[in-house]
């Protein structure tokens, strides 16, 4: 499975960006999806999470009531909508995928449970 992320950009405090994944080479039906982003200097850090049955979301607590994690299961592709964004949201952002089964609930916060990555799409948010 290849995993492709678009939509980043430049935007004003304020604004909105929509983020795609795009996965190739096999279906990620039954894969959780997770996005995680990254700003220089910091280690990469958790945002959002979507189970495969689209039962169960998560959020990282800065993003919570402004980013809407998605997923279309016939198209094999992913989301994120980011809404009021702030300029500390500047990152490079990546989505991840996987499908194994995981001994704590909580897995999904960490990067190293993820088997599959896109590149990151950079998103830059201007004050």
């Known amino acids: 499975v290849q995993l492709q992320a678009s939509g980043g950009g430049l935007v004003q405090a304020g604004g909105s960006l929509r983020l795609s994944c795009i996965a190739s080479?096999?279906?990620?039906?039954?894969?959780?999806m997770g996005w995680f982003r990254q700003s220089p200097g910091k280690e990469r850090e958790f945002v959002a999470f979507?189970?495969?049955?689209?039962?169960?979301?998560y959020y990282a607590d800065s993003v919570k009531g402004r980013f809407t994690i998605s997923r279309d299961n016939a198209k094999n592709t992913g989301s994120l909508q980011m809404n009021t964004l702030k300029p500390e949201d500047t990152a490079l952002y990546y989505c991840?995928?996987?499908?194994?089964?995981?001994?704590?609930?909580?897995?999904?916060?960490?990067?190293?449970?993820?088997?599959?990555w896109g590149q990151g799409t950079l998103v830059t948010v201007s004050s």
């Open positions: 991840a995928a996987d499908s194994r089964a995981h001994s704590y609930s909580t897995w999904y916060q960490r990067s190293r449970e993820y088997g599959y």
């Open positions: 080479g096999g279906s990620i039906s039954n894969y959780g």
């Open positions: 979507i189970s495969w049955s689209e039962g169960r979301k």
